[in-house]
């Protein structure tokens, strides 16, 4: 990737400036490129310290001002909301928890940004995501970040694998300790910026009070709450506002403590079940992307987990005729949730990933 100029996604925060300073100082010819995908009253930006702000805008461009290297600043909230929002909220009224980080990489930041960079002569891509670009059995593959408390790899399962060689992902041998220690050493004042931890177009955490927004909320209607054997218990406020896992906002009284078990939209019902309830084996997954082509796994051992900050698990993977895959763990699983993603692991070298559809043994 000499010589070539490289398109630097800027978020404004500590990571992805480090990662321009770091390119910077190896002499790379970079540009910054920070994307506008939502927009909230000030008054909330403020009170919740979401992503994607005006203020995050300015300091992406105050980071550039100090590196010398151009900077843009692209509008693409109406890609943003057709195919981020829209599917977050679709995913919701079908019953599942949907996981847009994920959608947002693989759809927004990725392929924007490569379609930016074929405008202004970058045919490279760098972001601050701790994760690593490797090779296994001849073929590029996303790989864990060094620490693992900060990993994304489990975000970028689904990059197009054609993409890997133009991507580069300079934090990926370092902690968030070292970022921040280099960001003070090029004086940069994003160097003590907190982090966002919010979806960045639900700010307060309150899902269902989006949607309840959105025309598609204007539709949802009550039903039952019943057992795991069809009993009723209660009534819900809406399906799309509960997820697997779910223990509070039931309103159920019971002998035992329930947590939603599933969801079953074609009936609006929602199923509670006690902790045991949850726990599950196998699910069928959906929408795969394979760095490593599943033919050619062999006998390689692999793992995988069915939430960021979940662990991983080995597991056995049946590729059936329409591509979707049958996942079977060894070990129980806590709350298999349809509309995440599960991600496969060898060691340090993520094989793929793809999109619960459903548990298979409940």
Not at 75 to 85: G, P
Not at 155 to 174: K, Q, T, Y
Request: with cysteine; charged share 25%.
């Amino acid at each position: 990737m000499s010589g070539e100029t490289i398109i630097m996604a800027m978020s404004g925060g500590v990571d992805s400036s480090t990662a321009a300073a770091l390119l910077k100082e190896q002499g790379k010819n970079i540009i910054g490129v920070t994307m506008r995908v939502w927009e909230h009253p000030n008054d909330v930006e403020a009170r919740n310290g979401t992503c994607c702000t005006m203020d995050d805008v300015e300091d992406a461009r105050r980071v550039a001002i100090r590196l010398g290297i151009p900077h843009y600043t692209v509008n693409v909230k109406k890609e943003f909301k057709e195919k981020v929002v829209d599917y977050f909220v679709a995913e919701y009224m079908r019953g599942r928890t949907p996981n847009p980080c994920v959608l947002c990489n693989q759809v927004i930041k990725f392929e924007y940004l490569f379609q930016f960079g074929a405008k202004v002569g970058a045919t490279c891509i760098a972001t601050g995501h701790y994760a690593r670009i490797g090779e296994f059995k001849g073929h590029k593959a996303v790989m864990r970040g060094l620490d693992a408390a900060k990993d994304q790899s489990y975000f970028l399962f689904s990059i197009e694998p054609s993409r890997l060689a133009s991507i580069m992902f300079p934090l990926g041998d370092f902690s968030k300790q070292e970022t921040r220690r280099l960001a003070e050493k090029y004086e940069l004042h994003t160097a003590q910026k907190s982090e966002s931890q919010e979806i960045c177009f639900v700010p307060d955490n309150d899902y269902a009070n989006f949607i309840k927004k959105m025309p598609e909320g204007k539709a949802i209607g009550e039903g039952d709450i019943v057992d795991t054997s069809g009993k009723k218990l209660g009534r819900h406020k809406g399906f799309p506002f509960y997820t697997v896992g779910q223990r509070r906002g039931l309103g159920i009284g019971h002998s035992e403590r329930l947590y939603v078990a599933a969801i079953d939209p074609q009936h609006n019902t929602v199923i509670a079940g006690t902790k045991e309830h949850l726990y599950g084996k196998a699910l069928l997954a959906g929408g795969l992307n394979w760095y490593i082509p599943p033919a050619e796994f062999g006998d390689v051992e692999i793992t995988a987990r069915i939430r960021h900050q979940g662990k991983d698990s080995p597991v056995h993977v049946k590729i059936l005729p329409d591509g979707r895959a049958e996942v079977e763990f060894d070990a129980p699983q806590l709350a298999i949730t349809p509309g995440q993603a599960v991600v496969f692991y060898h060691g340090e070298v993520v094989l793929g990933g793809g999109w619960i559809e459903r548990r298979l043994d409940i």
